[in-house]
Protein backbone atom coordinates (compact mmCIF):
# COMPACT_ATOMS: atom_id res chain seq x y z
CA UNK A 1 0.00 0.00 0.00
CA UNK A 2 1.50 3.07 -1.16
CA UNK A 3 0.98 5.30 2.42
CA UNK A 4 2.10 2.53 4.25
CA UNK A 5 5.65 3.67 3.98
CA UNK A 6 4.43 8.10 4.39
CA UNK A 7 2.41 6.48 7.75
CA UNK A 8 5.50 4.49 8.71
CA UNK A 9 7.81 7.95 8.76
CA UNK A 10 5.12 9.81 10.02
CA UNK A 11 4.59 7.01 12.98
CA UNK A 12 8.72 6.91 13.47
CA UNK A 13 8.66 10.93 13.71
CA UNK A 14 5.82 10.73 16.55
CA UNK A 15 8.29 7.82 18.15
CA UNK A 16 11.23 10.43 17.76
CA UNK A 17 8.54 13.15 19.38
CA UNK A 18 7.84 11.15 22.37
CA UNK A 19 11.22 9.13 23.14
CA UNK A 20 12.59 13.39 23.23
CA UNK A 21 9.72 14.38 25.51
CA UNK A 22 10.58 11.12 27.41
CA UNK A 23 14.14 11.56 27.28
CA UNK A 24 13.74 15.68 28.79
CA UNK A 25 10.98 14.48 31.25
CA UNK A 26 13.68 12.23 32.53
CA UNK A 27 16.35 14.21 32.24
CA UNK A 28 14.01 16.62 34.54
CA UNK A 29 12.82 13.86 36.73
CA UNK A 30 16.93 13.09 37.13
CA UNK A 31 17.99 16.51 37.64
CA UNK A 32 15.45 17.68 40.15
CA UNK A 33 16.05 14.85 42.82
CA UNK A 34 19.97 15.52 42.57
CA UNK A 35 19.31 19.11 43.04
CA UNK A 36 17.08 18.30 46.29
CA UNK A 37 19.10 15.65 47.66
CA UNK A 38 22.60 18.00 47.22
CA UNK A 39 20.71 20.46 49.30
CA UNK A 40 19.34 18.41 51.53
CA UNK A 41 22.68 16.51 51.99
CA UNK A 42 24.82 19.72 52.52
CA UNK A 43 21.92 21.10 54.51
CA UNK A 44 21.76 17.84 57.21
CA UNK A 45 25.98 17.81 56.72
CA UNK A 46 25.96 21.20 58.33
CA UNK A 47 23.59 20.30 61.00
CA UNK A 48 24.98 17.12 61.73
CA UNK A 49 28.76 19.19 62.43
CA UNK A 50 26.97 22.24 64.17
CA UNK A 51 25.41 19.54 66.66
CA UNK A 52 29.06 17.29 66.70
CA UNK A 53 30.53 20.24 67.64
CA UNK A 54 27.61 21.36 70.72
CA UNK A 55 28.45 17.52 71.66
CA UNK A 56 32.50 18.26 71.86
CA UNK A 57 32.09 21.77 73.44
CA UNK A 58 29.49 20.38 76.13
CA UNK A 59 31.75 17.56 76.77
CA UNK A 60 34.67 19.77 77.19
CA UNK A 61 32.67 22.55 79.75
CA UNK A 62 31.18 19.58 81.84
CA UNK A 63 34.78 18.38 82.29
CA UNK A 64 36.26 21.95 82.98
CA UNK A 65 33.21 22.12 85.46
CA UNK A 66 34.10 18.81 87.20
CA UNK A 67 37.63 19.82 87.41
CA UNK A 68 36.85 23.53 89.14
CA UNK A 69 34.25 21.52 91.20
CA UNK A 70 37.27 19.34 92.28
CA UNK A 71 39.11 22.93 93.20
CA UNK A 72 36.27 23.86 95.45
CA UNK A 73 37.76 21.38 98.04
CA UNK A 74 41.11 23.33 97.57
CA UNK A 75 41.69 26.91 98.70
CA UNK A 76 43.20 27.11 95.37
CA UNK A 77 40.98 29.27 92.69
CA UNK A 78 39.53 27.85 89.69
CA UNK A 79 41.17 30.08 87.88
CA UNK A 80 44.92 28.15 88.36
CA UNK A 81 43.23 25.22 86.40
CA UNK A 82 42.22 27.31 83.33
CA UNK A 83 45.36 29.18 83.31
CA UNK A 84 47.30 25.57 82.82
CA UNK A 85 45.16 24.47 79.84
CA UNK A 86 46.63 27.90 78.03
CA UNK A 87 49.80 28.04 79.41
CA UNK A 88 50.50 23.77 78.67
CA UNK A 89 49.31 24.93 75.04
CA UNK A 90 51.56 28.03 74.41
CA UNK A 91 54.30 25.73 75.22
CA UNK A 92 52.94 23.21 73.21
CA UNK A 93 52.90 25.41 70.60
CA UNK A 94 56.67 25.87 70.87
CA UNK A 95 57.43 21.97 70.22
CA UNK A 96 54.80 22.10 67.16
CA UNK A 97 52.37 19.43 69.06
CA UNK A 98 49.99 18.48 65.96
CA UNK A 99 47.03 20.54 66.55
CA UNK A 100 44.83 17.67 67.57
CA UNK A 101 47.55 16.75 70.45
CA UNK A 102 47.14 20.75 71.37
CA UNK A 103 43.48 20.64 71.95
CA UNK A 104 43.68 17.33 73.56
CA UNK A 105 46.36 19.33 76.47
CA UNK A 106 44.41 22.24 76.36
CA UNK A 107 41.86 20.38 77.44
CA UNK A 108 42.64 17.59 79.55
CA UNK A 109 45.96 19.46 81.53
CA UNK A 110 43.07 21.60 83.61
CA UNK A 111 41.76 18.12 85.10
CA UNK A 112 45.65 17.52 86.15
CA UNK A 113 44.66 18.01 89.72
CA UNK A 114 41.10 16.07 90.16
CA UNK A 115 42.54 13.24 92.37
CA UNK A 116 42.57 15.71 95.19
CA UNK A 117 38.76 14.83 95.48
CA UNK A 118 40.19 11.89 97.14
CA UNK A 119 42.51 13.65 99.79
CA UNK A 120 41.18 15.21 103.41
CA UNK A 121 39.91 18.73 103.60
CA UNK A 122 42.68 18.96 106.61
CA UNK A 123 45.41 17.92 104.20
CA UNK A 124 44.43 20.02 101.39
CA UNK A 125 43.66 23.33 103.47
CA UNK A 126 46.51 23.41 105.65
CA UNK A 127 47.66 26.87 106.04
CA UNK A 128 51.24 25.49 106.59
CA UNK A 129 53.58 23.45 105.11
CA UNK A 130 52.96 19.56 105.29
CA UNK A 131 54.69 16.86 107.29
CA UNK A 132 56.24 13.88 105.64
CA UNK A 133 53.15 11.85 106.38
CA UNK A 134 50.62 14.32 104.65
CA UNK A 135 52.89 14.80 101.85
CA UNK A 136 52.67 10.69 101.55
CA UNK A 137 48.77 11.18 101.72
CA UNK A 138 48.83 14.48 99.36
CA UNK A 139 51.09 12.57 96.63
CA UNK A 140 48.61 10.19 96.10
CA UNK A 141 46.20 12.93 94.02
CA UNK A 142 48.37 11.50 91.29
CA UNK A 143 46.98 7.85 91.54
CA UNK A 144 43.48 8.65 92.71
CA UNK A 145 43.30 11.00 89.65
CA UNK A 146 44.48 8.45 87.12
CA UNK A 147 41.88 5.97 87.99
CA UNK A 148 39.11 7.75 87.98
CA UNK A 149 39.96 7.79 84.31
CA UNK A 150 41.81 4.60 83.80
CA UNK A 151 39.40 2.46 81.82
CA UNK A 152 38.15 5.88 79.72
CA UNK A 153 37.69 5.01 75.66
CA UNK A 154 38.37 8.35 74.26
CA UNK A 155 41.68 9.84 73.67
CA UNK A 156 40.57 12.97 75.57
CA UNK A 157 39.83 11.03 78.81
CA UNK A 158 42.83 8.92 78.41
CA UNK A 159 45.37 12.08 78.31
CA UNK A 160 43.54 12.90 81.49
CA UNK A 161 44.66 10.24 83.51
CA UNK A 162 48.11 10.34 82.02
CA UNK A 163 48.49 14.14 82.70
CA UNK A 164 47.04 13.54 86.34
CA UNK A 165 49.15 10.45 86.86
CA UNK A 166 52.42 11.88 85.28
CA UNK A 167 52.56 15.50 86.04
CA UNK A 168 54.63 15.31 89.06
CA UNK A 169 57.00 13.13 88.14
CA UNK A 170 60.55 14.93 87.38
CA UNK A 171 63.52 14.72 84.92
CA UNK A 172 65.93 13.34 86.96
CA UNK A 173 63.61 10.68 87.89
CA UNK A 174 63.11 11.93 91.22
CA UNK A 175 59.45 12.60 91.37
CA UNK A 176 56.36 10.89 92.22
CA UNK A 177 53.98 8.24 92.34
CA UNK A 178 57.07 6.09 90.03
CA UNK A 179 59.95 8.06 89.62
CA UNK A 180 59.77 7.52 86.05
CA UNK A 181 62.73 9.61 84.12
CA UNK A 182 63.14 12.37 81.39
CA UNK A 183 61.75 10.87 77.87
CA UNK A 184 59.81 8.14 80.01
CA UNK A 185 57.72 10.62 80.68
CA UNK A 186 54.55 11.26 78.55
CA UNK A 187 55.00 14.82 76.59
CA UNK A 188 51.59 15.58 77.96
CA UNK A 189 53.07 15.22 81.67
CA UNK A 190 56.39 17.23 80.80
CA UNK A 191 54.23 19.94 79.23
CA UNK A 192 51.85 20.08 82.65
CA UNK A 193 54.79 19.98 85.41
CA UNK A 194 56.56 23.34 83.43
CA UNK A 195 52.66 25.01 83.64
CA UNK A 196 51.91 23.50 86.86
CA UNK A 197 55.09 24.92 88.75
CA UNK A 198 55.18 28.38 87.11
CA UNK A 199 51.54 28.81 88.19
CA UNK A 200 51.92 27.33 91.51
CA UNK A 201 55.02 30.12 92.16
CA UNK A 202 53.19 33.16 90.69
CA UNK A 203 49.82 32.38 92.34
CA UNK A 204 49.01 33.24 95.99
CA UNK A 205 48.27 29.85 97.81
CA UNK A 206 47.33 29.64 101.01
CA UNK A 207 51.10 28.66 102.60
CA UNK A 208 52.16 31.12 100.69
CA UNK A 209 52.18 35.00 98.81
CA UNK A 210 52.49 34.94 95.28
CA UNK A 211 56.45 35.55 93.32
CA UNK A 212 56.28 38.56 90.83
CA UNK A 213 56.02 37.01 87.28
CA UNK A 214 59.79 37.21 86.45
CA UNK A 215 61.09 35.45 90.03
CA UNK A 216 58.80 32.74 88.84
CA UNK A 217 60.30 32.68 85.08
CA UNK A 218 63.80 32.52 86.71
CA UNK A 219 62.90 29.47 88.85
CA UNK A 220 61.50 27.72 86.27
CA UNK A 221 64.55 28.31 84.13
CA UNK A 222 66.85 27.06 87.32
CA UNK A 223 64.89 23.90 87.29
CA UNK A 224 65.92 22.75 83.49
CA UNK A 225 67.28 19.14 83.56
CA UNK A 226 66.59 18.41 87.22
CA UNK A 227 62.93 18.37 87.57
CA UNK A 228 61.70 19.95 84.22
CA UNK A 229 62.62 19.13 81.08
CA UNK A 230 65.11 21.17 79.30
CA UNK A 231 63.41 21.00 75.72
CA UNK A 232 60.22 22.13 77.34
CA UNK A 233 61.99 25.02 79.78
CA UNK A 234 63.33 26.58 76.37
CA UNK A 235 60.08 26.37 74.94
CA UNK A 236 58.02 28.07 78.06
CA UNK A 237 61.25 30.69 77.91
CA UNK A 238 60.31 31.38 73.69
CA UNK A 239 56.45 31.55 74.95
CA UNK A 240 56.90 34.49 77.44
CA UNK A 241 55.02 37.15 76.04
CA UNK A 242 52.07 34.74 75.86
CA UNK A 243 52.63 33.21 78.95
CA UNK A 244 52.65 36.60 80.24
CA UNK A 245 49.75 37.78 78.98
CA UNK A 246 47.62 34.75 80.00
CA UNK A 247 49.23 35.39 83.25
CA UNK A 248 47.66 39.01 83.11
CA UNK A 249 44.16 37.71 81.69
CA UNK A 250 42.86 35.81 84.60
CA UNK A 251 40.90 34.41 82.35
CA UNK A 252 36.88 32.94 83.74
CA UNK A 253 35.87 29.90 82.74
CA UNK A 254 32.95 31.37 80.31
CA UNK A 255 36.41 33.26 78.65
CA UNK A 256 37.82 30.05 78.25
CA UNK A 257 35.23 28.33 76.63
CA UNK A 258 34.08 31.14 74.39
CA UNK A 259 37.83 31.05 73.44
CA UNK A 260 37.31 27.13 72.72
CA UNK A 261 34.57 27.93 70.45
CA UNK A 262 36.63 30.43 68.29
CA UNK A 263 39.55 28.01 67.89
CA UNK A 264 36.80 25.61 66.70
CA UNK A 265 35.26 28.27 64.03
CA UNK A 266 38.22 29.05 63.03
CA UNK A 267 39.16 25.39 62.04
CA UNK A 268 36.35 25.68 59.54
FE1 LIG B 1 49.20 18.01 91.27
FE1 LIG C 1 48.10 22.08 89.93
Redesign the pocket.
Known amino acids: MPYIPRRKKKDEKEKEKEDNAEKEAFKKIQAKPVDIDLLKLEKAYAELKESHQKIQETHYEMILRLAIAAEFKDPDTGQHILRIGDYSTAIARQIKLSAHDLEILRYASPM??IGKIGIPDAILQKPAKLNADEWRIMEQ??VIGAQIFKSAQSPFLRAVSEIALT??ERFDGRGYPNGIPGGKIPIFGRIVAVA?IFDALVSKRCYKEAWPFEDGVEYVESLSGSHLDPDLVGAFIKAQEEIRSIYQANKSINEFVKDFHETLESKD
Open positions: HDHTHHD
